[in-house]
Structure formats: C-alpha cells, structure tokens
C-alpha cells in the first residue's frame, strides 16, 4: 500500500480484516494521516481538512469501531447558514429549507414544483450539477442549490462539475423515485431519529483517529519511507524507496498524477492516470462545451480564527452565495459544535478560501489573516478580534470530479484491468469525503481478497 492517509489507512484495514495478513502500508511522512492532522495552537485545535463525518454509515462505523475509535455527535450540526444580499440566512434540515429567503418567491414556485417534473431519459448526455437542478427546481433556486452544494463540499464551480460524479445521490434520487423532494422525504421517513446520520466528530481530533487506524494495523504502517518508483518485475510489483518491497498486489492510495509519476515510463508512463491533470474537451449541456480536467483539484487556503468571548452563531457553519463578491467561500462555527477546539470561553472558526471561481488574497499570513477577519466580521456582523490566526496553505487543493470525469474513471479502471495486482484509491477517484474513502476501502479489499484467496 503506497500512501498513508485515510486510503490507504482504510484499505490496508479492510484488508486486514477480510483475512489478507501480508499487509504493509508505506509513506513520505513520519506520521499515518496524509493531510488529515490535527493543528494545535495555543489551545486551538484547527482541522485543516476534514473535521467530521456523517454516521452511522454501514462501511466507516464498523472500521471506526474495529479500530477502537471513539466519536461524539457534534452539536447543533443541523442548523446551516447561508450569507446571501449581506444577511445571515438560517437553514434548518428537511423540505423547509426550500422556503428559506434565499431565492425569488417565483423560483421558490418553481422548485415546489420539482416532484411534477419528470425523470430524464436514461440515455442522455451527462450533466452538469448546475445544468441538473435547473432542470428539476428552475433557474433561480436550481443555480443557488447548486452553487452551494458545489462550494459546501469542492469549493468548485457547480457549471463544470458533473452531477452524477460529484453527487451520485441525485441521479439515484431522480432514477429510483422520479422527483429529489419525493425521494428525500421517503428516505427521510424510512430511517427513525436514532439511525439517521448526523455529523460526528472523533474524540482526540483527526490526527488520533489517524494514529488509531495505523496501531490497529500493528505494526503494518511503515513511516519515512519515500516511494521512488513502482515496476513490474519478473511477475511481480516492486516498490522502490529506501529498500525494495516485492508484492503480487501494489494499491497507489495518492492521486492519480502521483500514481502515474510512480509508475513511470517503463510500465506506460500510467497515461490514462496522467490524464487527470490534462484539458479534454466534453459536451456539456448538449449545447455547449466545457474544459474538463478531470481529478483537477482546486487550491484553497484554510484559515483558523481565534480568540475570547463567543461570537459566532450556533449551528454548523455557513456558506457564503454566489453574488457577494468575498474571497471568503464558508465558515465552519468550530468551537460552537465542537466546543473542546477552543478553550474555555473563546471561540474557533474554520475559515475557507478561494475554490474554483473563487480568489485568494494577496501577501503574506498575516494579510491574509487581516482580509479573511474583515469579511467574516461582515458576515457575522460581529466585530471579531482573534487572538489566534492560523493560514495554511493548503493541501494541494480539493479534487474536481467535472463533466467527463465518469468517463475517465471508466478508462482508468480498464486500463488497470489490463496491469493484473495494481490498484488505486483515494479522493481523486470515487468520492472526496470520509465515508466516500471507506466505501473505496470496502470495494478494493473484496475484490483483491477474492484475488489473492482465488
């Protein structure tokens, strides 16, 4: 396994636990994590990525509770806002939120007319998020619905990223049920009120999580071990860093430009995989034409602010609309759902910045720090005076699942079928989220378990 963030760290524990023993993860970094670690600063507990996860989820709990790891519910998670017109909008969970003033009271019509509108022929050329819920709410509420759910989980541009990559959930919907409300609202009712899913958060930050899932391992994560090259020798997969390790199965749990450098010339150059960071051309929309680079991540910068007294709202955090002209993307109320990330009696907000579309100020922290506290003032219309400001970086940016990128991962997974014994994974590929990485996990450990006991 090359790669020791959640992937990997998932996969290797899938593995583990379907009965494949001869397991080894290896990566750059000393510590299990990737770019899931937990930032602490004068008593600020900052998650640079993601902070929580929605359970009970039938993949992520049992690994959870495999690996020993505690979780609590965060608080109040179910209240969102919405900064939009330069006000604060509440949301509350269920149908009501489409009553919310976010849009006209005619495009709020038109979305309550949504179950009416029938299911899209089965086929037609894919869609993207945007082109979507135009079709089932109406412009007005469809362009803000997507733009949202674009910023709440890529930071990206909802006209660009494909709706049944990027949200698979609504072509289930509109396939399974015909109408989004009709089939939320059945989902809704099947589940009672103690096993709907709700936000988590893991006792310790992300960083324990990450080492829980690496001790459970025993010994199998092998830190400080930079990855050179991937090859095939003689019938078997060779990865190259400080020493050679051979096995009969190699999973490349990076992205999938990482994946394609480690393979190298002699196995291909891993093209398709390469393709990832690459321009191509797709219809979109069947009227126009969109670049897609599919897998292409976005760069954003997280900033942590925080300081004494408690201004921030209850709730979960905010997203800021598509018309407000801020460099500021959303804000997660860090210390108001998770009250330990701050000290006693000060606050904590989870700041992002940039996205697709989106720009990133100019200059050093401390600039930055000064522009991201401005405009999150004006939103909260609280005058915030952070004792603590934290910039990082970030990341290598969030994965774009664009128009195309279906397509793409059908490429890619032929062109693996054809290289028996690798394997990839990661939030390049099937899904950005925590729970998406454990379905992965789950998918990849069945079919290499079957392999090698076959």
């Keep these: 396994m090359v790669g020791g963030g959640l992937a990997g760290l998932f996969t290797a524990s899938e593995l583990v636990a379907a009965g494949v023993d001869d397991v080894v993860v290896v990566d750059a970094a000393e510590h299990p994590g990737g770019i899931t670690r937990t930032i602490v600063e004068d008593g600020y ?19 959870l509770e495999r690996c020993d790891i505690d979780v609590v519910p965060a608080r109040g998670a179910s209240v969102r806002h919405v900064f939009v017109d330069g006000r604060l909008v509440p949301l509350r969970p269920g149908p009501s939120a489409l009553l919310a003033p976010l849009v006209s009271l005619g495009a709020k019509a038109s979305a309550l007319a949504e179950p009416v509108r029938g299911r899209r022929a089965a086929d037609a050329s894919e869609e993207s998020l945007a082109a979507f819920l135009r079709r089932r709410f109406g412009a007005g509420a469809g362009n803000m619905i997507a733009w949202l759910m674009a910023s709440g989980v890529y930071a990206g541009d909802p006209e660009r990223l494909s709706a049944v990559s990027a949200f698979p959930l609504l072509e289930a919907l509109e396939r399974e049920h015909g109408s989004l409300i009709l089939g939320g609202l059945r989902a809704r009712r099947a589940r009672s009120a103690q096993t709907r899913p709700g936000p988590h958060i893991p006792v310790g930050g992300m960083t324990a999580l990450a080492e829980s899932l690496a001790r459970s391992l025993d010994g199998r994560f092998r830190g400080g071990f930079a ?135 100019d200059g050093d922290d401390e600039s930055v720090v000064s522009v991201v506290e401005e405009e999150v003032s004006r939103i909260l219309s609280s005058e915030l005076e952070p004792e603590v400001g934290i910039v990082v970086r970030h990341l290598d940016g969030i994965p774009q699942y664009e128009v195309g990128h279906r397509a793409w991962l059908g490429e890619v997974d032929a062109w693996l079928r054809a290289r028996p014994g690798v394997y990839v994974t990661g939030w390049g590929y099937r899904g950005v989220g925590v729970a998406s990485l454990a379905m992965d996990a789950a ?11 076959g």
Excluded at 45 to 63: K, M, Q, R, T, Y
Excluded at 280 to 291: G, I, K, L, M, P
Excluded at 308 to 330: K, S
Aim: charged share 20%.
């Design 45 to 63: 507990s900052l998650e640079p990525a993601a902070g929580s996860f929605s359970l009970p989820h039938p993949v992520l709990s049992p690994i």
């Design 227 to 361: 990855v050179d090259a991937v090859s095939r020798v003689g019938g078997r997969w060779e990865v190259s860093g400080p020493d050679t390790i051979t096995a009969d199965v190699v999973v490349l749990a990076v992205r999938p430009e990482t994946a394609s450098e480690l393979l190298g010339e002699d196995f291909g150059g891993g093209a398709v995989l390469a393709r990832s960071a690459r321009e191509h051309t797709v219809a979109q929309d069947d009227t126009r034409c969109s670049r897609a680079r599919h897998g292409r991540p976005e760069p954003v910068l997280v900033v942590g602010l925080g300081g004494r007294g408690a201004p921030l709202p209850e709730g979960f955090g905010l997203l800021v609309g598509p018309d407000e002209g801020l460099a500021t993307r959303g804000v997660l109320f860090e210390s108001s759902y998770a009250p330990w990330r701050a000290p006693e009696g000060s606050w904590l907000a989870k700041v992002i910045v940039g996205g697709a579309g989106g720009r990133v100020p």
């Design 443 to 453: 998918r990849l450990a069945r079919e290499i378990s079957v392999t090698s006991t």
